[in-house]
């Protein structure tokens, strides 16, 4: 299709010709100029090379940044009509909440309403941590089966609960997923290959994770736009991390914060932090972490991203208790959780009742750890946080056992590894040796005995002889004591 072009003070020639391929090429090399002379002949496009051209700016999002464009793009929609303008609209929207400007999106739903946006708007709702709200516009969208957008809000809606912590729905909406793959397009498929390899990863799947995070690589290449290359920099980042290769998260997590600051979006910049402060405390480097996810803290409360806020506050309160600054640790349990009841996610709020029983407990306020532990317990059934449950019941046996409740510590206890050996989690080791060494406190030989070679049995399971040999010396030594003294004391 060759498009007419009427003379513009800025070209020599009086007439100028372009191929619909040749306007998108113009685009890419003087960018103020190129979307002037694209608003000039606008009028000229035919719909399909209007629709090309939305596509052309939803994988360009760099383009449509700057306040010149989005006001050139505002003035387009006012003269433009129908599904045309929709089209501009919703991509006004997207760039919106991409770069978070939900000050923007608010004062368009209000003028606009909501109702030829929907998509747009679970999105916004996502955001705001409004998950309820998010996920019955996603059940809406889906049972109403409209197969052109089908995968993408399937896989939307999969990202948004992932966030809201409920890793079960995610894995199984996305392999709802599998069978379509081959039909998917590029950029679907990349999409879902990306949120697949993380939901694998946050199930420590990692093997498998690996395997997609292969076929996620092939699909992303020079010309994808960088939200996909910078989300295959994250998930390659965070695998090589888990398989201990630093060096290789490092160049991962580096790479990413630079494109995120080319890119000028403060989201990327916030998550570029917080991976940084992962990466330092996967390396026990407690300190340095806490000042990549306090920039990263600062920068998402800032912008008013809830859920990230809420997962980033979490982590800085959990660093603080590390690093025995638990005055700091309690404040920022506190405000963690206020995030998540605001959100409503069991998850979260499990978290939370659990970073502010560690921070109480390490501060010697027992009744208030007993409290949040106990609420943790109730909110960990709901959400099916298991570990941190199991967690739950080994400190509170803990504290049972400072104020000399000896049935409540080995019925918490035994709850505590239950639940962590019914997991199959390396941390029923640690639970066995507080139930070994309670029972050589309470010089019950007979139990110390049978449990002694449980704990041989779990360590010769996980592999784990080498990394206990300090606190197996220790339990050995007052097993011993305890063995030459058993004709002292009852069995």
Same mark, same amino acid.
């Given at each position: ?20 391929? &040749? ?63 929709? #089209? ?43 998950? $309820? ?47 379509? /793959? ?9 999409? +879902?290959?990306?949120? +697949? ?22 699909? /992303? ?16 980042? @965070? ?42 405390? #996967? ?7 806490? &000042? ?10 800032? $912008? ?11 982590? *800085? ?91 409540? *510590? $080995?019925?918490?206890?035994?709850? #505590?590894?239950? $639940? ?10 640690? /639970? ?12 019950? @030989? ?44 009852? *069995?």
């Amino acid at each position: 299709m060759t498009i007419f072009l009427p003379p513009m003070k800025y070209k020599k020639s009086k007439i100028v010709y372009f191929d619909s391929i &040749d306007i998108f090429s113009v685009l890419t090399q003087n960018l103020k100029e190129s979307y002037s002379l694209y608003w000039h002949i606008m009028s000229s496009l035919s719909e399909a090379s209007f629709v090309e051209f939305i596509k052309f700016l939803q994988t360009n999002e760099k383009y449509i940044k700057d306040k010149f464009q989005l006001k050139e793009l505002q003035d387009l929609i006012k003269t433009t009509k129908g599904r045309l303008a929709r #089209s501009l609209e919703s991509y006004l929207l997207k760039s919106y909440l991409q770069y978070n400007n939900l000050t923007k999106v608010e004062h368009f739903f209000k003028e606009n309403g909501f109702e030829l946006y929907e998509t747009e708007a679970a999105i916004y709702h996502h955001k705001k941590g409004n998950f $309820i709200t998010s996920f019955s516009i996603y059940e809406k969208l889906i049972s109403e089966n409209r197969k052109t957008d089908l995968v993408d809000t399937i896989i939307e809606y999969a990202k948004t609960v992932h966030s809201f912590g409920d890793l079960r729905k995610t894995y199984d909406l996305l392999s709802s997923l599998k069978n379509l /793959v081959n039909s998917m397009s590029n950029v679907e498929k990349i999409k +879902f290959h990306s949120a +697949f390899v993380s939901i694998l990863i946050s199930y420590n799947e990692i093997e498998k994770a690996e395997n997609v995070l292969e076929q996620l690589t092939k699909l /992303v290449d020079d010309n994808s736009p960088d939200l996909f290359k910078l989300n295959l920099l994250y998930n390659t980042g @965070r695998i090589a991390l888990e398989k201990g290769n630093y060096l290789k998260a490092k160049i991962c997590f580096d790479e990413y914060y630079q494109m995120a600051i080319k890119n000028d979006n403060e989201i990327l910049l916030a998550e570029s932090y917080s991976q940084m402060g992962l990466y330092y405390w #996967s390396l026990k480097k407690f300190p340095k972490s806490l &000042d990549y996810y306090i920039l990263s803290y600062k920068l998402y409360q800032k $912008i008013g991203y809830k859920p990230k806020l809420c997962t980033v506050t979490g982590n *800085v309160s959990l660093l603080y208790h590390l690093i025995n600054r638990n005055t700091e640790s309690l404040e920022f349990s506190k405000k963690f959780l206020n995030l998540s009841l605001q959100m409503k996610s069991p998850t979260a709020i499990s978290s939370a009742y659990n970073y502010i029983g560690l921070a109480s407990m390490a501060s010697d306020l027992l009744p208030q750890a007993i409290s949040a532990f106990t609420k943790q317990i109730k909110y960990g059934k709901l959400s099916g946080d298991l570990r941190t449950t199991a967690f739950s019941y080994n400190n509170l046996a803990m504290i049972n056992a400072y104020y000399q409740k000896y049935k409540s *510590v $080995i019925i918490n206890f035994n709850r #505590s590894f239950e $639940i962590l050996n019914s997991i199959n989690s390396r941390y029923e080791i640690d /639970v066995m040796i507080n139930i070994v060494e309670y029972y050589i406190n309470q010089n019950n @030989r007979k139990k110390a005995e049978e449990n002694y070679s449980l704990l041989d049995k779990l360590l010769t399971k996980h592999n784990l002889h080498e990394d206990f040999k300090e606190s197996l010396g220790k339990i050995a030594f007052k097993f011993q004591r305890l063995l030459s003294l058993s004709s002292h004391f009852p *069995v």
